[in-house]
């Protein structure tokens, strides 16, 4: 069978499109289709409604995750079981209720319900939780051993940290100095009486007490207990 001219130009058109499709180079996503893609971290879940990303005045079926002493984490089944310095941030895992995005945990600040007694929820990365839950200020309370002689307060360079081996808060503390990247001394005030002396002498030229750790030195300011905005301002 002759084909026309006009046949062989569309053929040819066909081919050289066919190529073109499945040899090209690959393009990235539009930064806007990839924002679309990936969930937010901070916010809530776009795909819930803004009547699922609360905590009920009277929840059921809720687990409630907060920062207990030492930083230990404990489980509540009520906001009224949540302790009074953990309430400004507690993860909330609900068991028959609305996901979080991957990668996120669902949290409330107990301390600003709303009108109606309910918390509105956000969102945090899963892996920074309890970091975060322990950064609101948490210590651990500790008891200095007898007979320490302290020495002349001297001033700190860099970052010091006194702490014993026990504290969870302490743990939290060095993770976050870690990822930071901040350059630090880490003391056991318990193993190190030269250490727990020093600690004495700071603190008694500054007017603190020395019952709790974590305590941070940085440049010569004293803070007690991992207050996490506080830190980042004197880092």
């Given amino acids: ?55 009920p005045a009277t929840p059921e079926k809720v687990v409630l995750t907060y920062a207990g002493p030492r930083g230990v984490f404990k489980d509540a089944a009520a906001p009224e079981a949540v302790t009074d310095e953990a309430r400004g941030m507690v993860r909330v895992t609900f068991l028959d209720g609305p ?45 200095i051993p007898p007979g320490i002689e302290p020495p002349e307060a001297k001033p700190a360079e860099g970052v010091i940290v006194y702490k014993t081996e026990w504290c969870g808060v302490c743990t939290k503390l060095l993770a976050y100095l870690d990822r930071k990247g901040v350059d630090y001394v880490a003391k056991d005030i318990e193993k190190d009486p030269e250490a727990a002396g020093e600690l004495q002498a700071k603190s008694r030229e500054k007017g603190l007490k020395t019952g709790s750790v974590p305590v941070i030195d940085v440049g010569g300011e004293l803070m007690v207990g991992f207050d996490r905005a506080r830190l980042e301002k004197l880092l």
Wanted: with cysteine; aromatic share 4%.
């Fill in 99 to 143: 996901a979080p995005p991957p990668g996120s945990v669902w949290v409330a600040n107990l301390r600003t319900p709303a009108a109606d007694g309910s918390w509105s929820l956000s969102t945090v990365a899963r892996d920074l939780f309890e970091e975060l839950a322990v950064g609101q200020g948490l210590s651990s309370q500790v008891e």
């Fill in 1 to 55: 069978m002759t084909r026309t001219r006009t046949d062989l130009i569309c053929t040819a058109l066909i081919l050289v499109f066919a190529a073109t499709a499945a040899c090209g180079p690959e393009k990235p996503p539009a930064p806007e289709a990839e924002a679309q893609a990936r969930p937010a971290i901070g916010a809530p879940d776009a795909t819930a409604s803004a009547a699922t990303a609360v905590l």
